[in-house]
């Protein structure tokens, strides 16, 4: 059964720092692609980046770009989103998902419809 369970996420204060992971089970994650994305209350999903399968390129989000960073690392099945100079605008649920389509460049494919496979998803809080 394939499987994402995140985690990491938690209360931190403005220009903290946060990892999240997103470990695979049932699958290889290096086989698809992966997004983040994040959620608040009365809001769509938005895209924070997305990994591409094909050669590992990445399309952030401009409110994350420079911040955010988005690792793979094969031996643990798991993908990670280093999070730093955090702002309280970055307060949501972050839910990580896989995508089997290969589509290049990945920026075409960082939607949250071209995913079908979701994390529950963990809360990220930033506040003072």
């Known amino acids: 059964q394939l499987q994402l369970v995140e985690s990491g996420g938690g209360l931190v204060q403005p220009g903290g720092s946060l990892r999240l992971s997103c470990a695979a089970s049932?699958?290889?994650?290096?086989?698809?692609?992966i997004g983040w994305f994040r959620q608040v209350p009365g809001n769509d999903r938005e895209k924070v980046v997305c990994?591409?399968?094909?050669?590992?390129?990445?399309d952030y989000s401009d409110s994350v770009e420079g911040r955010f960073t988005i690792s793979r690392d094969s031996a643990k099945n798991t993908v990670y989103l280093q999070m730093d100079s955090l702002k309280p605008e970055d307060t949501g649920v972050y839910y990580c998902?896989?995508?089997?389509?290969?589509?290049?460049?990945?920026?075409?494919?960082?939607?949250?419809?071209?995913?079908?496979?979701w994390g529950q998803g963990t809360q990220v809080t930033v506040s003072s």
């Open positions: 998902a896989a995508s089997v389509l290969r589509i290049s460049p990945v920026r075409l494919m960082c939607s949250s419809r071209f995913y079908k496979n």
């Open positions: 049932g699958f290889t994650l290096d086989s698809f692609a």
């Open positions: 990994i591409s399968s094909i050669d590992s390129t990445t």
